[in-house]
């Protein structure tokens, strides 16, 4: 059994700067690339991102998630019994605080980011709505986001719009 080949996928042409258009896919974007990028497409739920784009951000989402829920921690007592709740000190409200800003701020990129990952796999952004299944829908949509592009996505890429 054969696979059809499929042409090396390459970057489209740069625009004036030396920038990829943000309707194209940045393959091989470093961090601060990737983090610029979504930021500017902020709520864009079109077009495709590539591997690098993603996981880069994901990065950066993780770890200052990270950082964030360590402010709490060194700010929480912990329960001296068992009946007794946790006490909270300014600390761990200011990094609740930080934290709900933060989760605020980037739930909508993040997901517009991982529909545009889906597309870049061929794949229907309508797919994120698997993490609605326990255990098993999260890890579907970590493997999607995981697969290599597939130049059948070019059928989401709208030349033009961002």
Not at 8 to 22: E, H, N, R
Not at 78 to 101: K, R
Not at 129 to 155: D, E, Y
């Amino acid at each position: 059994m054969s696979y059809p080949q499929y042409p090396q996928q390459t970057q489209p042409q740069a625009i004036k700067g030396g920038d990829v258009p943000l309707w194209a896919p940045y393959y091989g974007a470093s961090f601060p690339i990737a983090a610029k990028r979504f930021f500017k497409k902020y709520a864009t739920f079109s077009g495709r991102a590539s591997r690098s784009e993603y996981w880069w951000w994901m990065l950066a989402a993780v770890a200052v998630s990270i950082v964030l829920n360590t402010i709490v921690g060194l700010g929480t007592t912990a329960a001296t019994s068992l009946g007794d709740a946790p006490t909270y000190g300014p600390v761990a409200i200011f990094g609740y605080i930080l934290l709900v800003i933060w989760g605020l701020a980037t739930l909508v990129p993040s997901l517009a980011l991982t529909v545009r990952r889906l597309h870049d796999g061929n794949f229907s952004g309508w797919l994120l709505l698997l993490v609605l299944v326990p255990f098993l829908g999260a890890l579907a949509v970590l493997v999607f986001t995981i697969l290599p592009s597939n130049p059948a996505g070019q059928r989401f890429d709208q030349p033009g719009r961002v």
